[in-house]
Structure formats: structure tokens, C-alpha cells
């Protein structure tokens, strides 16, 4: 058994599921509301598939005044909604519970308006992040956060849990880049927050939505700060003997003055198994980083000829910098592969903890004495100029009991990445997995406020119901909620 | 119980503790008071008269920098650190605040020292905001303490940290009314090593906002888009051969018009000029910040001309600065769609509130405000008119 809880579901939500389906399809349009078993199933995970369980129904709408209609509707009969975009949460951010309804934006798909003036767009919060980029790119501009899950994620999704992407070390997340919402509250209150102004003024309302992860209302349309294309960009590859060297020329290229667009770290274990997968030219050592600058070309020389500088004071085994298109291809190949590669060693848990980019040679170290003590293979692949890690635990999971050891050790990693002054998650969400190690980073006080603000949205406590808080330390607001009117 | 006292700027003595536990113990027992309290950090900007309190708090004497790792480009500082302090301790590593805080004392004529917490609590943002972001997009955590007395934590010292709500974004801008910062960590960012701005004397408000528009969509990364007293500037940063490669492409793209090269030392002394509005300082003509879409200003300046007063635009025609004698409303309407914000009152001063919120916002705002300090003794009427 996966070792995250549930709570039980509220045997009268459940008994009332005929009437609240009901409800709902009498005041949505036909084809709106989907409740049939066979259907609903396809809705009971995200993409942390370990956990899974049907929705009471799922509700579809087309416009922001289909998605106030529905969460009213769910207000009235008191029936907790689970907001979703796409489903590609790792961290089971959109886990149904069996007496939920999801309400799904994927429809709201339109690009409202496109503003190249001044330099913002305005969509629909079911696009996908990547059909962002695609609609700006003959104005050449693009929308810079680019979680690897673009082709599919939606905008919703990324703004509920403020996603980042290889590139936002330099172009910032979703929270750097999100200039206004609409949203529709727990209610059914429709409520336009900030625009395409620069600065304004008032509480930061726009700031406080971004990540947080459905808890507080369902954002149905965005706008989006935009930036101009650069002339080019290319990456290098450099490989390292040493892992702790890999990490050293990580600060120094920072320390430098140069602003790259991404800094990727791979240690061996990916890159065994992504050299068996895709073949992709990588050398055979302890660790290799790709380092992406932009400009015009001989911009870019410049600046991987200062990289090479760098590396070479710390003796790499190989230094590759990309002349053409195809080698930048070559070069990222191995990287976008990576997660691909690594399911073909078997099934494995993604994490996401962030540390201070100065504790990454000693947090790599003890991540590999924890692999031998939980006699689980861990592979490194990850974001290392901000610091945000993606240690991928492998195990089988119809070996008994691997799963739960698997959760366990990467438990202990993200406790590691508290430690040393880091955070549990960088650019996933808490969503369920990271729930229950909540009162680790945060004290009672420190928690207690932001359920406080989850109150005030969400009085009831209806929205995403179980994630993000501790069951234990969120226990006396869903019960004062669950004797409201 | 009793807490440090220090005189600033001539006013009654303020309650200025030298540790957090002081600080959270003075609004615990505020707060059994119901004792409103005015809160500030190194008082360089205008004492709002809309906060009705007998009290006034500092975070002025919580000062000092808790830690620097220039590698992993972060500083904590605690709230009362002196900007100053941080900018040279950031400098001598090359490194800076890349958001550009503004500093009042010269266009305000104030003698206080700007903190690192009233820059938090105010958002304040230069001219590179339209590149870099602005100062809440540079803030990695927080701590403060709440009307209640209780320290809160949010956020860390890492880039990327998306566990649990951003209450960093809620408390940067918020002016103390929710909690009293006593410590921030900031991310750094290594000084470019060089910049060149191009000038455009000759110009139109509607001309600037056309060659701000141009040059903001091309890749030449533009830090920084001003105009003032009919001339328009852009600035361009980065590597050497960088910036002369980009000052020649967009040179290029404005080969019809008149440009004058201003480098390095003195481009730098340009920009702080035009950051602390050096062109404004010297009067007290009530001075207004108004947001506005870029492309909207031409049409907001033509009816704020028609009030009487001088100009100068930042952020690429999004802020309008605006000195008038004329009075708020008639500002506020000519502003349109845009906000405006005062700056300098003036004498006698002008209302100060803040621009009206929609009712949803509004009550939105007011129940956040009610959730942190649920006495209302924070700067009560500073943002909740």
C-alpha cells in the first residue's frame, strides 16, 4: 500500500451523487457534465499514477461563466471540487477524491488577445503552454516558462503550480511572467485580478493565486507577460570526472557574470541509461552539464568561449560546444530523453526539492550514501543553476513493499533539501506527495496563516480538498467548514 | 514590559526593537491593546496622514546582513539593513540588485536612511524592471511578524520554491498593513560589465513611446526605456562586445533619426538620475506615478498637459511620472484606465490614498488584511480607506 492518505469520503456527498449530477446537468449545457463510470476513470490520476480514484462526476464547461455556474452549483450542495488542467501534475495536485467533482478547463482554449504594444498576451487558461510560444512566434515573441511537460500542460495548470522549465533561470517561472487573472471563486464569484500594468498597486493578489495549487479559486483566463525572441541559442556539453567538480562549475560559471539560459546536470546513472536509449553521443564519466547561452552568433562565441575558460581550470573530461542547429539537437537530445530513458530501467519517483546551488556537491553526496542504505538505484538529472533537483528513485513496483520504500527514501531526500537550507519542491507543487512533510519546512504558526488565507478564499474549504496541508494540521478547518450552512 | 525607543527625523520618539522576539512581543501586546501603530522602516518617503495612531514602530535597528553566497546569488538581510550597505557589500562581488530601487531622499527632501524592509514593503522598482522584473520578483522569503505577534516564515533562500502559498509576493507591496518584516532574502545578480545608452534628443511623447515600442520587441534586451523633457533614452547591458553589437543593430533600426552614445560612467550617472527623478528634486509641486499601458500613454499625457504640469515617462511609456498642481480627482480621471499614486504631496499636502479598488478586490483585500492583523493596528487606513 502507497504510504499517503486519504481522507475518507463523506458518505453524504456520496449518498447524494444521483441529485448533485443532477444539479449540475440542469444547469449546464448538454455534454457538459460526464458521469458515467467508464468515463470518469479516465480522470482518476494525474501523472503521479500511484494514486487514483474515480470522481463523482467531471464537468467540462466552455466558458469562465460554465465554471462559476458549476462551482455554485457545487457550493449550494456543498460537494468538493477538484480543479484540473491537463493532469500532468507530478504530485498528484489533481488527485480526485471519491465525492468530488473535477471541473476541467481544457475546453477554454481560446487566445483572447495578443498585445506585441505592450508586450503581453491574454488567453484562456486550457491552452497549453507551449501553444503560447506557437501563437506569438511570427511576432517573435514567446512566453518563456517552459515546464517539460509543455506540449500537454496547460496554462491553468502551470499557474496553480507556478511551473518553471529548464529556461527560468534566466526568463524567471510562471509567478515572474503572470501579469493578471480571472478567477472564479469557491462561490461562484467571478473576479478580475490585475492586467497588463506594470506595478500596480494594492495587495498582490496576482502573486498569491500563482501556485497555489487550486487551493483558492480556479484562474479560467490569464495574461501573460511576453518577450521578444532571441537571434539564436546554443548549448555546451561538458563532462566531468567528478561529480563535485560538475557542481563547482556551476558556481563559477554563475559567479562569472554570465547569465545562461539553463545550466542541466546529469550524473552516470542517467547517462547509461540515456546513451542505451537514444545513443546520443555522451561521454562516459561521473557527470556532464549543458549550458545554453543566447544571442547573435558571435554573442554566443563569446560567451562559450568564457565558459570554456571556466570549465578548463577544472579539467573536464570533454568540452563540446554546439556550431550548428543539429549539434544543439545532438546535445539536448540526451537531456529530453532523459525521463524516457530512465522508465526503461524500470518504474521510478520523481522529486523536486531545491537547494542553495553551494550545498549541491554535498546534498549529491548524501543522496548516493541514502541509495546504497535503501538498496535503491537514485539517477541525478536536473536544473543546477537554480539549484532545483530531480533525483529519480528506481524501483519495482510489483516487487512488495518497493514502493513504499521508494517513498520513504525520497522523503528523506527532500528532509535533506530542508536541511541544508533548500525547500521540498522548486517547480512540481505539493499537491499530495509532499503533503504530510509540510511541518517540516514550516512551523505551526507558519502554516497556520496560510490555511487562515485558504479560509478566506474558500470558507468552506471545497477547493482540491486534502492536498497541500497535512490531514492532521488542516483537520480543525475542514471540520469547523463541514458544519457551515 | 518596555521596548528601545530612537528618535527619527525629528518625530515622536519610535518604538525600535533590536531583535525580532522585541519586535514580535511589542505588537503581541499592541494587539491585546488594540493599539494601531504606524510602521516604518528608514523613513525616506512621506508619512501618510491617512494612518490614524498614537505609536509609531521601526524596523530600523533589526539591521545587518544574515548571509551572502555571491555563487548561489542570495542574500538575507535583516529588515532594517541600510540599501546602501547591501549595495556595497553586493558590489564588491560584482553583483547588484538588478530591480534598480529607487531612492527618495533627493526628490523628497527626507533625511531618513532607505531599508532594505521598506523597499520590500513598498515593491520598490527602477528602470529595469522592464527587463529584469521588478523587486517582488527578486524576493526569495520572508520573515515577519503578523498583528498578532506571531513570527511567520515563507519562502526560503533557493530560486526556485513553490511549497505552500506566496506569502512573499502578498508581503512585498503591501506597505506593512499585513506584518512587519524582519528579514528578507533577496536573489543577486552580477552587475553587466558594460552599458551603453542611446539618446534621442527631439522628441515627442508620441515618438518616444514609437521607438520604445520598436526597440522593446527586438532580442537586444533593453534595460532600460525613459524619457524626460523631450528626449528619449534606451539602455542597452551586458558582455563588451555584447553591447557595442547591440548599440550598432539598434542604431541601425533608427537610422533617421538623430542619436547621441552615452558610455559606461556617465550612462550610469543617467540612469540613477533618472531613477531618483533628479529632474523632479528641488520643488514641491505634488508629484504623481501613474501605470499605464505604453501604448495608452500618448493620450494620458496630452490630457494630463492639458492640467498643467511636466512629464517623464519610465518603463517604456508604462509609468508616467506627472508634477501638477492640479488637484487628485482631476489627475485620477485624466489617468483614465491607468493608477495614479502620489509620490510628493506637496504643501498643503494632497490626499494620499492609494487608487480605488473594484468592490471584489476590495473585499478580497480586506479580508486578507483582517486574516493577518485581526485588531487592525498595522498602518490601519493606509490601504483600506
Redesign the interface.
Known amino acids: 500500500m502507497p504510504t499517503i492518505v486519504m481522507p475518507d469520503p463523506d458518505a453524504g456527498v456520496i449518498a447524494r451523487a444521483p441529485q448533485i449530477i443532477a444539479a449540475l446537468e440542469a444547469a449546464l449545457p448538454a455534454g457538459t457534465v460526464i458521469s458515467s463510470p467508464e468515463e470518469t476513470r479516465a480522470y482518476e490520476c494525474d501523472a503521479l499514477t500511484a494514486y487514483r480514484c474515480p470522481p463523482l462526476a467531471v464537468v467540462l464547461p466552455r466558458t469562465t461563466e460554465e465554471v462559476a455556474t458549476a462551482m455554485r452549483v457545487c457550493h449550494e450542495l456543498r460537494v468538493p471540487v477538484v480543479p484540473r488542467g491537463a493532469g500532468t501534475s507530478l504530485a498528484g495536485g489533481a488527485l480526485p477524491t471519491a465525492d468530488s467533482v473535477i471541473i476541467g478547463i481544457m475546453r477554454l482554449r481560446e487566445i483572447l488577445e495578443v498585445d506585441t504594444a505592450n508586450r503581453f498576451i491574454r488567453v484562456q487558461t486550457g491552452v497549453t503552454n507551449l501553444a503560447v510560444s506557437a501563437e506569438l512566434e511570427a511576432e517573435g515573441f514567446f512566453y518563456a516558462p517552459d515546464p517539460s511537460s509543455q506540449l500537454a500542460c496547460t496554462i491553468a495548470g502551470n499557474i496553480a503550480m507556478n511551473s518553471g522549465g529548464a529556461h527560468c533561470l534566466k526568463y524567471g517561472v510562471t509567478t515572474n511572467n503572470l501579469m493578471g487573472v480571472r478567477i472564479v471563486l469557491a462561490t461562484g464569484d467571478i473576479v478580475e485580478v490585475g492586467g497588463p500594468l506594470l506595478g500596480m498597486s494594492g495587495l498582490d493578489l496576482v502573486g498569491l493565486i500563482c501556485g497555489s495549487e487550486g487551493q483558492l479559486a480556479i484562474v479560467t483566463e490569464a495574461t501573460l507577460r511576453i518577450v521578444p525572441r532571441p537571434e539564436g541559442a546554443r548549448p555546451v556539453l561538458i563532462g566531468f570526472d567528478r561529480p563535485e567538480r560538475a557542481g563547482e562549475c556551476v558556481g563559477r560559471i554563475i559567479r562569472s557574470g554570465l547569465l545562461p539560459v539553463a545550466i542541466e546536470y546529469m550524473d552516470d546513472v542517467c547517462l547509461r541509461a540515456v546513451e542505451a536509449f537514444v545513443k546520443a553521443g555522451y561521454p562516459n564519466c561521473a557527470a556532464v552539464l549543458i549550458v545554453e547561452v543566447e544571442g547573435s552568433e558571435a554573442e554566443i562565441d563569446h560567451q562559450i568561449e568564457r565558459i570554456r575558460l571556466i570549465a578548463e581550470e577544472l579539467n573536464p573530461v570533454e568540452f563540446r560546444a554546439s556550431r550548428t542547429a543539429e549539434e544543439s539537437l545532438a546535445i539536448w537530445k540526451g537531456r529530453k530523453s532523459a525521463f524516457g530513458a530512465m522508465g526503461r530501467l524500470g518504474d521510478y519517483l520523481c522529486l523536486d526539492g531545491t537547494v542553495p546551488v553551494s550545498k549541491l556537491p554535498h546534498t549529491l553526496k548524501r543522496i548516493g550514501e541514502l541509495s546504497k542504505a535503501y538498496g535503491l538505484e537514485v539517477a541525478n538529472v536536473f536544473h543546477a543553476g537554480d539549484g532545483n533537483m530531480h533525483p529519480l528513485i528506481l524501483f519495482n513496483a510489483n516487487a512488495p513493499g518497493e514502493l513504499e520504500r521508494a517513498e520513504e527514501f525520497g522523503a528523506d531526500i527532500l528532509r535533506l533539501c530542508v536541511d541544508v537550507g533548500g525547500c521540498l519542491t522548486g517547480e512540481h507543487g505539493v499537491g499530495i506527495e509532499k503533503r504530510d512533510l509540510m511541518t517540516k519546512q514550516y512551523t505551526a504558526d507558519d502554516l497556520a496563516i496560510q490555511m487562515e488565507i485558504k479560509s478566506v478564499f474558500d470558507p468552506a474549504w471545497l477547493l482540491n480538498p486534502a492536498k497541500v496541508f497535512p490531514l492532521e494540521v488542516s483537520q480543525p478547518h475542514r471540520d469547523k467548514a463541514s458544519r457551515c450552512p | 514590559m518596555t521596548f528601545t525607543h530612537t528618535q527619527i527625523n525629528n518625530a515622536a520618539a519610535a518604538v525600535s526593537p533590536t531583535s525580532e522576539p522585541e519586535l514580535a512581543g511589542f505588537i503581541a501586546e499592541s494587539y491585546a491593546r488594540a493599539a494601531p501603530m504606524r510602521v516604518v522602516g528608514g523613513s525616506t518617503r512621506f508619512q501618510s496622514e491617512a494612518i490614524a495612531a498614537d505609536q509609531t514602530l521601526t524596523s530600523r535597528r533589526l539591521s545587518g546582513i544574515v548571509t551572502y553566497?555571491?555563487?548561489?546569488?542570495?542574500l538575507i538581510a535583516r529588515a532594517g539593513t541600510p540599501i546602501e550597505e547591501i549595495e556595497a557589500a553586493l558590489a564588491a562581488?560584482?553583483q547588484g540588485l538588478a530591480f534598480e530601487p529607487m531612492d527618495h531622499r533627493k526628490i523628497l527632501e527626507t533625511k531618513g536612511v532607505p531599508t532594505v524592509g521598506g523597499m520590500v514593503s513598498a515593491?520598490i522598482?527602477g528602470p529595469r524592471?522592464?527587463y529584469a522584473?521588478?523587486c517582488?520578483?527578486h524576493l526569495l522569503g520572508v520573515r515577519f511578524v503578523?498583528g498578532r505577534g506571531?513570527?511567520?516564515?515563507?519562502g526560503?533562500?533557493?530560486?526556485?520554491?513553490?511549497?505552500?502559498?506566496?506569502?512573499?509576493?502578498?508581503l512585498?507591496?503591501?506597505h506593512g498593513t499585513?506584518g512587519v518584516l524582519t528579514e528578507v532574502a533577496l536573489k543577486t545578480?552580477?552587475?553587466?560589465?558594460s552599458q551603453q545608452t542611446l539618446a534621442f534628443p527631439g522628441t515627442s511623447v508620441k515618438g518616444a513611446i514609437e521607438i520604445f515600442?520598436t526597440a522593446?520587441?527586438?532580442?537586444f534586451e533593453v534595460s532600460g526605456a525613459a524619457f524626460r523633457f523631450g528626449t528619449a533614452w534606451l539602455r542597452i547591458e551586458?558582455?563588451c562586445?555584447?553591447v557595442d553589437?547591440r548599440r550598432q543593430r539598434l542604431s541601425a533600426l533608427f537610422r533617421d533619426r538623430e542619436i547621441d552614445i552615452v558610455s559606461e560612467a556617465d550612462s550610469r550617472m543617467l540612469w540613477r538620475g533618472l531613477r531618483d527623478l533628479h529632474h523632479f528634486a528641488g520643488s514641491n509641486v505634488p508629484l504623481w506615478r501613474i501605470?499605464?499601458?505604453?501604448?495608452e500613454a500618448p493620450a494620458v499625457v496630452a490630457r494630463l498637459d492639458a492640467l498643467g504640469g511636466n512629464v517623464s515617462l519610465d518603463?517604456g511609456g508604462?509609468?508616467v511620472w506627472f508634477e501638477t498642481n492640479a488637484n487628485g480627482s482631476a489627475v485620477r480621471h485624466a489617468a483614465g484606465m491607468?493608477?495614479a499614486?502620489l509620490l510628493r504631496r506637496g504643501t498643503p499636502p494632497n490626499s494620499d490614498g492609494?487608487?480605488p479598488?473594484?468592490a471584489?478586490?476590495a473585499r478580497?483585500?480586506a479580508?486578507?488584511?483582517r486574516?493577518?492583523d485581526p485588531a487592525g493596528i498595522l498602518n490601519p487606513g493606509l490601504?483600506d480607506k
Open positions: 553566497e555571491p555563487g548561489a546569488l542570495t562581488e560584482g515593491n522598482s524592471r522592464i522584473g521588478a517582488r520578483d503578523d506571531r513570527v511567520i516564515r515563507n526560503g533562500r533557493v530560486m526556485k520554491n513553490v511549497t505552500g502559498l506566496d506569502l512573499g509576493k502578498l512585498c507591496g503591501s499585513l545578480l552580477p552587475v553587466a560589465e515600442a522593446l520587441a527586438t532580442p551586458g558582455l562586445p555584447q553589437y501605470l499605464v499601458k505604453p501604448s518603463w508604462g509609468l491607468g493608477q499614486m492609494f487608487p479598488e473594484g471584489s478586490i478580497l483585500s479580508a486578507l488584511r486574516t493577518f490601504m
